[in-house]
């Protein structure tokens, strides 16, 4: 079974259902148009139509503080290494969220293997739900072609009149199917509905940037000197906000944190930023990217040309995250207009 049917009368059943088996991660409303993703048991805490959360379903996957080992030096060079899981179930995530994961699985399946972030990942069931309008004016998903499902997800959901469509894309998610006896057969009425709604939104979700997505990395690679980078970069504050709430930044520093009696402690990892003039600092003071003009080139270049180089898949999931939550008011999309603008 790959296509199944879910009337929306049924779908608190299907919550309770899941956080009855483990605990469930939803979509949920902060007030003031905002969201983040937290712990729901039933369908009243979920906000099904919402706008990007703050922070992407990253922090699941990789937290923002994460023990790697723990150690004990009172009796010898005693270390344990330390894989922090639990099973969780992320519903009701956006394809562009769907997106940004696909592209974590990439470089942490890359070498060296990263097997803390593998092992979490494998605890993790994904529901995903389709965007039938635009977030807002930030988002950019169409230009990136992530306004559609690309895979990625255990169950798909799709709304339609009565219904939710569900596309079952894994064992797993054939399994919730079939234990919760929730589910109807596929019909002809809501194929033609969801052909109806995949027509518009064709019509709605226009590439917001007047480029070609094969374009984009070309973009970059001839605009690299070009002044469009100092004026964001005079603009830029250097606070980290757009590497902290993308969905695809992976960067991170590794410490040690011990015991006040410094005995014992523990390695860990947290989240880091291109952004910080420390970051490309080496021994010696010297840095790789002192200016700011430097250093959101940098970001920019690693969303849409570094990753096609090694990947051939562009890093920007078109969330609209980065330029939602600027504090200088530094958009995406008017960046790459600009880009296009100075080279033609």
Known sequence: MNQTLLPKTRL????????????????????????????????????????PTILPPKKYYMPQHETLLKYDVSKGQEMEAVVEVEELVLFGVHTCDLAGIQCLNMVFSDRPKDLHYLIRKNY???????????????????????????????????????CYYVHVNTHRGDELVEKSGLFDEMNTQAEG???????????????????????????????????????????????????????????????DEPDLDLTKGRRIRVWDSCQHEVFAKVAGGESFREERKDRKRH??????????????????????????????KIDLKETINALMEERE
């Not at 899941?18 to 729901?40: C, H, M, T, W």
């Not at 930030?138 to 009565?162: I, V």
């Not at 052909?195 to 940037?209: C, D, I, M, N």
């Not at 898949?313 to 078109?318: A, N, P, S, V």
């Open 193 to 255: 509905e969801l052909a109806e709604l995949r027509t518009r939104k064709k019509e709605r979700f226009k590439s917001e940037v007047a480029i070609r997505y094969q374009d984009i990395p070309r973009l970059f690679d001839e605009t690299f000197e070009s002044p469009v980078w100092e004026d964001v970069g005079n603009r830029c504050l250097a606070c980290g906000n757009c590497t902290n709430v993308c969905p695809t930044c992976y960067c991170f520093d590794v410490m």
């Open 124 to 162: 993790l069931t994904l529901i995903g739900l389709e965007c039938n309008d635009y977030c807002d004016s930030y988002a950019n998903c169409a230009m990136l072609r992530n306004h559609l499902p690309k895979g990625g997800h255990d169950l798909f959901f799709t709304e339609l009149a009565d």
């Open 299 to 328: 970001r920019f270049n690693r969303k849409f040309k570094y990753p096609v180089d090694r990947y051939r898949r562009i890093f920007c999931t078109g969330c609209g995250r980065c330029s939602r939550t600027c504090m200088a």
């Open 12 to 51: 608190d059943d299907f919550i309770r259902f899941l956080s009855a088996r483990q605990k469930v991660i939803a979509p949920v409303s902060l007030g003031n148009n905002q969201y983040k993703f937290d712990e729901v048991s039933s369908l009243d805490e979920i906000s099904l139509h919402y706008i």
